[in-house]
């Protein structure tokens, strides 16, 4: 409950328990981003993940090389065109974590109360005696560490070598990263790696989403928190590494960082994506019932979008992982309360409303009164798709991108691809982009627009006659919102 109003509507809060699940014609609108590695980067299994809900695939450079990655986007690409399905593609910058040279994968078994040594020498082979690290030239003092699993404190330190104890038995497994807690390191935010791997394989393969690597000590939590709002201005969207939360934030307090965030995300019409939220499904079919709630109540927090990581980067069920997810999103998304959402959001933006607000919301509004089933809306940039996602529409919003025509000096070409792709990341919209055709055929190119959209959401069951659209257009220098009835 938040401002004393219910966030799941009221009627439905015990009977939807009583009866089955709906079948889906169309993915959760939260949306889901499949970290691809080892057991997810085929191409079959690729094109399971989209089919399953994947509509952004991460790209994690914290391991491997850019070489392994091209490989795997070239899967994605192919497996994108066998599906028909668009899917995003999210950089991941390496930023300040510390990785684990561990050459040779085989787990490392660490047991409570021992004393282990980190070590700036890569040659020692990793064990439970040494863990080698790449170490900067600087010196840094570590004061905690979390390696999936296991807390490590430090004892005392010599030269580069540092003396630690062991807290919690675990297991060591796959690619390992260190992070560093509640003390400052020299390390960049960025650095000459993750900005190499920007300007040469991410221009060269124009990726969608930069994601930029995060939070390290408690004090940068603070003025996280403190500085929110301006970095919401900046950043295009945020993503809540809660695993690195868990670290600087007492136990207690990462739930209020995470409805904070997530609040105040929403109130700015930014996505916002939340991690680590499936872990034991690494190894496992089935979340776990805590899992399982964690993962409703982020999308009733108003979270646009899911983070898989570990769970499809290295687990044994990336599909099924993608496919159960989907599922309790889909189910939590049906009784939350989004009136009250929709009403909370209007007094925040508050009056006089500018005029794209205006009919955006006025566009969601209508929608909730006459029940519609789906949502049109076109758009040559997504800010208009991006608007009135933000007021959390009920029904899927089929985002009509309607390519432009831009010359250089040299050529003339389209834009409207990474138009559409931009918008896979947003919560509830389905991108469509419209041909070239439709672009240059003048007045005519909104009516053939949604034609195209109305024929998508039949063939994939989402419409039926008799059904009730709303559309939102642009009509010369005016923004109009109308209602159609689908008849087949």
């Known amino acids: 409950m938040q401002g004393g109003h219910m966030e799941v509507e009221e009627p439905l809060r015990l009977s939807s328990v009583l009866t089955s699940s709906k079948p889906s014609h169309l993915p959760s609108l939260t949306k889901l981003v499949g970290t691809l590695g080892p057991n997810s980067r085929s191409v079959e299994t690729i094109e399971a993940c989209l089919n399953a809900g994947m509509s952004v695939a991460r790209f994690d450079f914290s391991w491997l090389d850019s070489d392994y990655h091209q490989e795997t986007l070239q899967n994605l690409r192919l497996a994108m065109k066998n599906a028909k399905k ?3 593609v999210m950089l991941d910058t ?3 974590e510390i990785p684990i040279c561990n050459q040779n994968g085989k787990p490392i078994e660490l047991k409570a109360d021992d004393h282990i040594t980190i070590t700036s020498d ?7 005696e040494f ?3 790449v170490i900067l030239d600087s010196p840094s003092i570590f004061t905690g560490s979390e390696n999936t699993s296991v807390w490590l404190e430090v004892l005392e330190t010599n030269g580069q070598d540092v003396m630690c104890l062991i807290k919690n038995t675990a297991t060591l497994a796959g690619f390992i990263l260190m992070h560093v807690s509640q003390v400052y390191e020299s390390l960049p935010n960025l650095s000459d790696k993750d900005k190499k791997v920007i300007s040469e394989w991410g221009s060269r393969n124009n990726v969608d989403f930069i994601s930029l690597s995060y939070t390290r000590n408690v004090e940068d939590v603070r003025e996280g928190l403190k500085h929110f709002c301006e970095i919401l201005q900046e950043a295009d969207g945020i993503i809540l590494g809660r695993g690195n939360l868990g670290i600087d934030l007492p136990p207690e307090k990462v739930f209020l960082f995470q409805k904070s965030a997530v609040y105040k995300c929403n109130m700015a019409g930014k996505p916002v994506i939340i991690t680590r939220v499936v872990d034991s499904m690494t190894g496992n079919l089935r979340p776990t019932r805590a899992e399982a709630t964690d993962v409703a109540n982020a999308v009733l927090d108003g979270a646009d979008g899911i983070l898989l990581g570990a769970e499809t980067l290295r687990g044994l ?5 993608i496919k159960i997810v989907g599922r309790i999103c889909a189910e939590a998304e049906t009784v939350r309360n989004h009136s009250v959402h ?6 925040h933006v508050g009056e006089p409303m500018s005029h794209a607000e205006s009919v955006a919301s006025s566009a969601v509004r209508a929608a909730i009164k006459v029940k519609a089933a789906l949502i049109v809306v076109f758009t040559s ?3 208009a798709a991006r608007l009135i996602a933000k007021y959390r529409p009920p029904v899927p919003v089929f985002a009509v991108v309607i390519p432009r025509l831009r010359s250089n000096s040299l050529k003339w070409t389209f834009t409207g691809s990474a138009q559409a792709r931009h918008l896979l990341g947003v919560r509830g919209i389905y991108p469509i982009l419209a041909s070239p055709n439709v672009a240059t055929s003048g007045a005519s190119s909104e009516e053939s627009g949604l034609k195209l959209a109305l024929n998508h959401g039949k063939s994939v069951g989402l419409l039926k006659p008799n059904d ?11 923004s109009v919102v109308k209602i159609v009835e689908f008849q087949a």
């Open 381 to 383: 940039s997504g800010r």
């Open 317 to 321: 069920y990336p599909i099924e992982t």
């Open 468 to 478: 009730q659209i709303v559309v939102f257009q642009k009509i010369g220098d005016s």
């Open 131 to 133: 863990l080698p690290v």
């Open 94 to 96: 390496v930023g300040p």
């Open 342 to 347: 929709f009403k909370r959001i209007s007094k």
């Open 86 to 88: 668009l899917c995003a």
């Open 122 to 128: 890569v040659s020692r082979e990793p064990s439970a």
